[in-house]
């Protein structure tokens, strides 16, 4: 996305357009240093592992069409509020579905598709059961220096 130029210090506007990117999953816009391009479908299907792939579909995965990429928002949490980026929770939620997949089923079996979906809901309980249990530490940290400056 093309933005007006940035105002110089004396109020009038500078030479060079500003570029900003857009997130594929929350539609923010981002400067170029905190963007990265994400595959669509993961390089490393949710029923496998690294381990389980040869260097042949390792690659053909790797070097995607452009329509399996997507540009992500990748900000450090420490610019963003402490909220982890698009791209973080994206590979996370892939991460733990992959875990649970590879322990409960061989690769090609059948009901794979459907265990995905549930764990998906299940990820989603487990990141907000996550943020409860950060939320009442920091609570409870608060709590104590409080006392404290008592």
Known sequence: VELPPALKKDGTPGKRPRVRYKCAICGELFQQRFVQVDHVDPVVPLDKTE???????????IFAKSANLQ??????????????SCHKIKSNEENFIRRHIVKEFKPGEYGILDRIEELK?????YVEEKERKRLERLKKKAER???RKK
Not at 55 to 61: G, L, P, Q, W
């Open 51 to 61: 381990a389980d792939m040869s260097y042949d579909e390792m690659a053909r995965n």
């Open 121 to 125: 809901e299940e990820y989603k309980v």
């Open 145 to 147: 220096e409080a006392k």
């Open 71 to 84: 540009v992500v928002c990748s900000t450090p949490m420490t610019k963003n509020g402490g909220k982890p």
